[in-house]
């Protein structure tokens, strides 16, 4: 629990590699998640060779080098390996649907969330990078992933090289609904983002960034309208491509 409280995103690492039975009890650590139907819909593609980091890094526009991180983990919605199975088995498998595409990618980031907690257990940090969204099909060719393979995160690990402090969070009440959704007058939504939005480094960003407020930042600056439509579109495409679509 006190791991769970104190986790916050780490972004530089030293040169340090992280060893590979550390890597191994954190991969322990991912598999114990909660899986759909015990049927491990996930793989993960551990990234240490440098060579694979640095082609790898440019498809996180930069992230993976910037942060100095020795390992990258591609995590993966998987149904190819349960379908093989059923198939070598004489059984018909139908999971190469958008059905099973969240169901797999819910157990992915369950296990992904485990690893990245047992890396701080262990006194280690991590990050995830979302990017592997934007980039997903040149990441399944570099990772040969095959058909019903498709990657959802990645979570760069690494020995921290800083100590940020604790990323703030809207208040308690903001994301809890008692036995039905209470949805929110504007006022209520502005009032549960104002303490956020009154935070120094907040107001700096405002003014640094020639925008409005704090939602502008997000809407005008960090996820655009323009790369929410291209990047949904390439994904799309991907999911086609890799089997999840068949239209
Ligand atoms: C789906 C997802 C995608 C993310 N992508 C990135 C990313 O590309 N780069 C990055 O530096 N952090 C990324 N993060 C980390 C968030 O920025 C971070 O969790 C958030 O700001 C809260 O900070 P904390 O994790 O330190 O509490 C991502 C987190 C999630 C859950």
Redesign the pocket.
């Known amino acids: 629990m006190k791991t769970l409280f104190e986790?916050?995103?780490i972004?530089r690492y030293t040169g340090e590699p992280v060893d590979d039975n550390i890597l191994e009890t954190i991969v322990a650590a991912a598999v114990r998640a909660s899986t759909v139907g015990g049927m491990q819909l996930y793989s993960f593609v551990v990234t240490t060779d440098k060579d694979m980091l640095d082609k790898l890094s440019p498809l996180h526009f930069g992230?993976i080098a910037s942060m100095g991180a020795p390992v990258a983990v591609t995590v993966c919605c998987d149904v190819h390996r349960f379908s093989r199975w059923c198939q070598a088995s004489g059984a018909t498998p139908s999971y190469h649907n958008m059905l099973w595409y969240v169901n797999g990618t819910i157990d992915a980031m369950l296990a992904a969330q485990n690893m990245i907690l047992e890396a701080e257990h262990l006194g280690l940090g991590a990050?995830?990078?979302?990017?592997t969204l934007y980039n997903a099909e040149e990441i399944c060719t570099l990772l040969s992933l095959p058909e019903g393979v498709i990657p959802v995160?990645s979570v760069v690990i690494g020995h921290p090289a800083e100590n940020p402090p604790?990323?703030e969070r809207l208040p308690i009440e903001a994301v809890v609904h008692r036995n039905v959704y209470h949805d929110y007058t504007d006022q209520q939504i502005l009032d549960l983002w104002s303490e956020k939005e009154s935070l120094d480094y907040v107001k700096q960003l405002v003014e640094q960034n020639n925008t409005r407020n704090l939602a502008e930042i997000f809407t005008t600056k960090r996820y655009p309208q323009k790369g929410n439509v291209t990047f949904t579109k390439k994904y799309m495409d991907t999911l086609r491509k890799q089997g999840f679509i068949k239209e």
């Open positions: 986790h916050r995103s972004r992230q990050c995830i990078l979302g990017t995160t604790l990323v």
